[in-house]
């Protein structure tokens, strides 16, 4: 039998009493596979590796290594959710590593989006890595795949995790959501106890802000950029538009305007919003946000974040243009 095919059988999990289940077998296995061995994880804080942290931490506690890299590329407030959600609720053996220097120090400059992607990527398994190097006695590696992984992994889609790992890496594996769609992952998240915020989280690309700060990044650009995007998170949380958008973000070029602030002359850069809606990531349409919604946004970005001075808003579907915008 092939254990990377779901059976015809397997009930989809969509209760608690059914995810319940799923995770008494699956702390069965895993301890069955791992005996007393360590496991290593890299969390990046996505619904993926959270659930299987959660998910492993409950299976065998200590024995379960976290590795959270923080490339300095991620949305307001999400390492120190991982470090609070896993670090101190959950009290897992979690490393954390703040490379944001590295990362940062690396892209410098360099203006073009895949050559960005590539140093990212590149990075992040080379931090990884290091990390893995410095602890002894590990045998296996856990992962946060899921089932459309395995079955977009025969070449239709390129898969393109930032958190692809080594190929070299001598582990096996452990995947315990490996047979899993997205929604039954997230049953699962909210039976193992993981806050909404981390389970109902909107798609984020691996490479982060760093795809949505345009052009070659600077601190105070992608320091722009984060205060703009947790603003316009705030405000769809506020008017139900989270609930409602598959996915919604602010990217900021590199360019600057002139503007007027307190009477003078202010230059900043534009926030462009973008919110789309698709089932499959492969075509998207746009969100009508309200005006009132857009005027309060663009109220408060223009405000609060040091060197934005105008907000745009992309109405661009996919096709032509791509969710992300970079
Ligand atoms: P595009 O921009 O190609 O995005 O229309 C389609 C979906 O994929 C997400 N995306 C990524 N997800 N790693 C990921 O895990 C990545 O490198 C990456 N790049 C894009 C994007 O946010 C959208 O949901």
Known sequence: MNNNVRPDTMERITT????????????ESVRAQVGDNKVLLAL?????????????????????VCVHVNHGLMRKGESEQVIEVFGKELDANLIYIDATDRFL??????????KKRK??????????????AKLEGIKFLAQGTIYPDILESDGVKAHHNVGGLPEDMEMELVEPV????KDEVRVVGSALGLPDSMVYRQPFPGPGLGVRCLGAITRDRLAALREADAILREEFDKCGLAGKVWQYFIAVPDFKSVGVRDDKRYEGWPAIIRAVNTTD???????????DVLHKITARITAE????????????PKPIGTIECE
Do not use: H
């Not at 120090?105 to 895949?114: G, H, R, S, T, W």
């Not at 490996?178 to 769609?181: A, G, H, M």
């Open 16 to 27: 608690k009493e059914l995810a319940d289940k799923f995770i008494a077998e699956q702390v």
């Open 44 to 64: 990046s804080g996505g619904v993926d590796s959270s659930v299987v942290a959660a998910l492993l931490i409950k299976a065998i506690g200590k024995q379960l």
């Open 105 to 114: 120090d690396l892209l410098k400059d360099v203006a073009e989006p895949e």
């Open 119 to 132: 140093i990212i990527g590149g990075e992040f398994i080379k931090v990884f890595d290091e990390e893995a």
């Open 178 to 181: 490996k047979l899993l769609y």
């Open 281 to 291: 990531a492969m075509t998207a349409t746009i969100e009508e946000i309200p005006y």
């Open 305 to 316: 974040v040091e060197g934005i001075n105008r907000v745009l808003l992309d109405l661009t």
